[in-house]
Protein backbone atom coordinates (compact mmCIF):
# COMPACT_ATOMS: atom_id res chain seq x y z
CA UNK A 1 0.00 0.00 0.00
CA UNK A 2 1.24 3.65 -0.82
CA UNK A 3 1.54 5.94 1.57
CA UNK A 4 -1.17 8.02 2.16
CA UNK A 5 -0.41 11.72 2.77
CA UNK A 6 -2.34 15.26 1.73
CA UNK A 7 -0.06 18.07 1.73
CA UNK A 8 -1.67 21.09 3.47
CA UNK A 9 -1.62 24.35 2.33
CA UNK A 10 0.09 27.82 4.43
CA UNK A 11 -2.69 29.08 5.73
CA UNK A 12 -4.36 25.80 6.82
CA UNK A 13 -1.03 25.34 8.85
CA UNK A 14 -2.21 28.71 10.67
CA UNK A 15 -3.96 27.14 13.74
CA UNK A 16 -1.45 24.37 14.25
CA UNK A 17 1.15 24.32 16.84
CA UNK A 18 4.52 24.54 14.37
CA UNK A 19 2.76 26.31 11.09
CA UNK A 20 5.29 26.88 7.69
CA UNK A 21 8.02 29.01 8.92
CA UNK A 22 8.16 28.12 12.18
CA UNK A 23 11.89 27.47 13.66
CA UNK A 24 11.68 23.95 15.57
CA UNK A 25 14.15 21.69 18.07
CA UNK A 26 14.03 17.51 17.10
CA UNK A 27 15.68 14.65 17.47
CA UNK A 28 15.63 14.88 21.11
CA UNK A 29 17.26 11.91 23.23
CA UNK A 30 15.37 9.74 25.80
CA UNK A 31 15.69 8.97 28.77
CA UNK A 32 16.22 5.54 28.08
CA UNK A 33 18.68 5.63 25.44
CA UNK A 34 20.96 7.68 27.95
CA UNK A 35 21.24 4.69 30.42
CA UNK A 36 22.11 2.17 27.47
CA UNK A 37 26.48 1.43 27.59
CA UNK A 38 28.12 1.49 23.88
CA UNK A 39 25.21 3.70 22.20
CA UNK A 40 25.83 6.97 21.23
CA UNK A 41 22.68 9.31 22.07
CA UNK A 42 21.16 11.44 18.85
CA UNK A 43 22.25 14.35 17.97
CA UNK A 44 19.52 17.33 19.09
CA UNK A 45 18.61 19.02 15.55
CA UNK A 46 17.32 22.50 14.85
CA UNK A 47 15.36 23.79 11.03
CA UNK A 48 12.19 25.26 9.97
CA UNK A 49 9.42 23.80 9.24
CA UNK A 50 8.69 23.82 5.30
CA UNK A 51 5.49 22.25 5.12
CA UNK A 52 2.90 19.72 6.62
CA UNK A 53 0.92 16.45 5.68
CA UNK A 54 -2.21 15.09 7.33
CA UNK A 55 -1.16 11.50 7.41
CA UNK A 56 -4.15 8.98 6.82
CA UNK A 57 -4.97 6.05 5.21
CA UNK A 58 -6.11 2.46 7.17
CA UNK A 59 -2.98 1.61 8.60
CA UNK A 60 -1.75 5.00 9.64
CA UNK A 61 -2.98 7.27 13.25
CA UNK A 62 -4.09 10.26 10.85
CA UNK A 63 -0.86 12.78 12.91
CA UNK A 64 0.89 15.30 10.94
CA UNK A 65 3.67 14.93 9.49
CA UNK A 66 6.42 17.82 9.28
CA UNK A 67 8.53 18.22 6.59
CA UNK A 68 11.78 20.02 8.58
CA UNK A 69 14.38 21.89 6.51
CA UNK A 70 18.38 22.46 7.78
CA UNK A 71 21.77 23.29 6.39
CA UNK A 72 23.67 20.32 6.13
CA UNK A 73 27.62 20.97 7.28
CA UNK A 74 28.62 21.24 2.73
CA UNK A 75 25.60 23.79 2.82
CA UNK A 76 23.18 22.07 0.84
CA UNK A 77 19.93 21.96 1.71
CA UNK A 78 18.42 18.95 4.12
CA UNK A 79 14.85 17.99 4.57
CA UNK A 80 13.71 15.29 7.18
CA UNK A 81 10.21 14.15 7.61
CA UNK A 82 9.32 14.62 11.32
CA UNK A 83 6.20 13.68 13.50
CA UNK A 84 4.22 16.63 15.21
CA UNK A 85 5.01 14.67 19.07
CA UNK A 86 8.64 14.66 18.30
CA UNK A 87 8.96 18.72 17.76
CA UNK A 88 9.38 21.54 19.95
CA UNK A 89 9.48 25.14 19.40
CA UNK A 90 13.08 26.58 18.87
CA UNK A 91 14.62 30.04 19.28
CA UNK A 92 12.65 32.98 18.10
CA UNK A 93 9.37 31.10 17.45
CA UNK A 94 6.38 33.15 17.74
CA UNK A 95 3.83 32.08 19.89
CA UNK A 96 0.63 33.30 21.21
CA UNK A 97 -0.35 32.82 24.74
CA UNK A 98 -4.11 32.50 26.05
CA UNK A 99 -5.09 33.70 29.31
CA UNK A 100 -6.53 31.25 31.91
CA UNK A 101 -10.01 29.31 30.95
CA UNK A 102 -11.75 31.98 33.14
CA UNK A 103 -10.00 35.00 31.99
CA UNK A 104 -10.38 36.22 28.25
CA UNK A 105 -7.53 37.46 26.01
CA UNK A 106 -4.33 36.28 24.07
CA UNK A 107 -0.81 37.84 24.00
CA UNK A 108 1.52 37.83 21.68
CA UNK A 109 5.47 36.87 22.43
CA UNK A 110 8.36 34.94 20.84
CA UNK A 111 10.04 31.66 22.39
Known amino acids: ?3 MKLKLIAEQTEELPF ?3 CPVWYNFPENS ?3 VTNTEPPILKQGVVESVFFNYGEDKDRSM ?3 VV ?3 DD ?3 IVEEVYESNLSYGASCPVT ?3 DK ?3 GCEDGTI
Do not use: L, M, T, W
Request: net charge negative; glycine share 16%; no cysteine.
Open 1 to 3: QSE
Open 65 to 67: IYE
Open 70 to 72: YEG
Open 33 to 35: SAN
Open 75 to 77: GGK
Open 102 to 104: NEE
Open 19 to 21: PIG
Open 97 to 99: VHA
